[in-house]
């Protein structure tokens, strides 16, 4: 019995690798957390390249407040340039297109120079990021 549930196991495991899904969560310098959901192919983004992205906001409790999806038009931005908060940038450099990945973004990594209303300056957010594009020029 031991046995049988070893090898199921590892088959889900050696399943979720070979298809691009890990659900091991990395926190960067800054402190910026991600989760890769899915795996893109093809190229890298790049600093000083244009991307397009879909993508949607929330708490850490799980309330969304913001979404970008199919079939709206991505949200496009040159990495690099201070056009997005830190946290989308420093997430979406390094994404392959078709990518999808989850962030924990804290305070000091999605700072605005406006606040709506439904936003806290210390509110640390989770976002679910797309990139649907290497914009070439």
Known sequence: MKLAVTTILLIILTNSQIHGQSSKEVTTKSGLRYTVLKAGSGEVAKVGQEVAIYESMGYLNGKQFYSIEKPAPPIKFTLGKKQVIDGVDEAVTGMKVGEIRKLIVPPP????????DYLSKDSTLVYKVELVEIVKK
């Open 109 to 116: 990594l999605s700072k605005r120079t406006e606040y709506p």
